[in-house]
């Protein structure tokens, strides 16, 4: 198993200049249980500057007498910024009905979010992913209204790219819905695994600014299972997989554009290891694949 370099060493190694900042992604560390604030005591204690937490597990912290301002309170103390968080609100679906609920459901977490602090949410195809012929116009239109649910609650939502879907798991359609949204704070959230998964070449990421992405999902993919069977649980660190990271983080940084780099991985020998070794493990891999990126 990968032990890492000593912290004092890396350092020295990896100070290159970049617009880059490193983020975890909870769904790391998910299946170790440790609860919102002991996943931010974990992202600090490693190093990150930032965390994506998961929605539901804010709600099981509220359900439990949690309180939303030590949570702001102890990221704060801990100079730990929310970055993002990840939910599932089927706002993209045909069915009216269900995309009023979906706002609703929006609406309440944006609330929550706001009062951590949080800064974003992830706004994947949910609900759209089966059946493929998703109008696109309308989508962009969903999209408008979700980013204007956003102004006024505060939290902005990043349009997600999936590679399992039948919609939205290339990158042009994404961007076509984010371009067509016609809102100025449009945005999209690319992933290496979801872009090789959905079948895009990574040379599209050449083809939107800097204010147009905010984070990336970092990841890595290994030569087997095909790109046809690989699934989530199929994620390994960066730097241990095939995928083009040297291109990828050359082209985000290229777009000198502050970047959040956010380790996005659901590999089960990983939950199966400590939190904090794996927190760890993941910051070390994702700066040394910068830092040969950039060398």
Known sequence: MFTGIPVSRASKRMNLPHNFTFCLNTSTIREQNLGLMGEIETAAKAGYDGIEIWVRTLEDYIKKGGNLRDVKKKAGDLGISIENAISFPRWIVDDETVREEALEQARREMDLLAGIGCKRIAAPPVGATDQAGLDLNNAAERYHKLLTLGDEMGVLPQLELWGFSANLHLFGEVLYVAAESGHPKACILPDVYHLYK?????NSLKLINGSSIHMFHMNDYPNTPSRETIADKDRVYPGDGVAPLNQIL????????PIVLSLELFNQMYWKQDALTVAKTGLEKMKQSVHKALS
């Open 198 to 202: 959905g079948g895009s070449d990574f």
């Open 250 to 257: 050359k082209d985000l940084n290229d777009k000198n554009s």
